[in-house]
């Protein structure tokens, strides 16, 4: 089972950077995870956030924030909209629901026309 991070939003912010004061150097981005093997992706209802400075090219942790950049990231999210979490079937999944299902029809059938009613 393999697990990625992709983002569902990104963006850049005028706030100063807490660190080193630089204008225009944060973005923050929005993660969600997906847990994917060979038979489905799980999506997981849990977003990740990050801010991150690209003059330090360091990761600016929520106890650095100031008022602004607070404001700002509730701001953000409210514009996310993440994918729905759950389960998605791949082919190969889908492939053997039907398989299972057509074997457990036809055993039925056959069944009835060996045991059922002369
Ligand atoms: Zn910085």
Not at 13 to 21: A, K, S, T
Not at 63 to 75: H, K, N, P, Q, T
Not at 76 to 87: D, R
């Amino acid at each position: 089972m393999t697990e990625e991070q992709f983002t569902i939003h990104q963006a850049g912010i005028n706030n100063h950077c807490p660190n080193c004061f630089a204008a225009k150097s944060l973005t923050f981005s929005f993660f969600q995870n997906q847990k994917e093997n060979s038979w489905y992706i799980k999506t997981q209802a849990k977003v990740t956030d990050q801010l991150f400075c690209a003059q330090c090219q360091e990761t600016i942790y929520p106890s650095a924030w100031d008022d602004g950049i607070e404001r700002v990231f509730l701001y953000h999210q409210k514009l996310l909209m993440p994918n729905k979490a759950g389960y998605q079937l791949k082919k190969k999944a889908l492939w053997a629901i039907l398989i299972v299902t057509l074997v457990s029809i036809a055993t039925g059938v056959w069944g009835w026309l060996t045991y059922g009613p002369q």
